[in-house]
């Protein structure tokens, strides 16, 4: 590490960014082990996997909050430029909101199968 790196401050965005996206990047993964131990009630890491999740996605939502507290101005600047109420539904939301409601269709019929 150089030497003006250890003296410099931790810059606060950057480190609630990339925390957010780690724990938000770890949470599938540890969702997938999860439900495949659920198949197997004698199994012993079910429990551990289980905390790992419920943990990971505490963090994933405190930091999730602490990044928008953070970015406010930003974000409250770009609502006020007119620029996000132009098209409230723009084709991006709309692919989000479709993309995001079928996968939660898919995986809530998964789980009567």
Not at 28 to 43: D, E, K, N, V, W
């Amino acid at each position: 590490m150089a030497e003006s790196e250890e003296k410099r401050p931790i810059n606060s965005r950057s480190f609630v960014a990339i925390m957010a996206g780690l724990t938000g990047l770890t949470l599938p993964f540890s969702g997938l082990i999860l439900h495949a131990y659920s198949h197997h009630p004698q199994h012993g890491g079910r429990h551990e996997w289980f905390s790992a999740h419920l943990f990971l996605g505490i963090l994933f939502t405190v930091f999730s909050v602490w990044h928008v507290v953070l970015n406010r101005r930003p974000l409250l600047r770009y609502l006020k430029s007119g620029t996000g109420s132009q098209m409230p539904f723009s084709r991006e939301m709309r692919l989000a909101a479709i993309l995001l409601a079928a996968t939660l269709i898919a995986v809530v019929i998964h789980s009567y199968s």
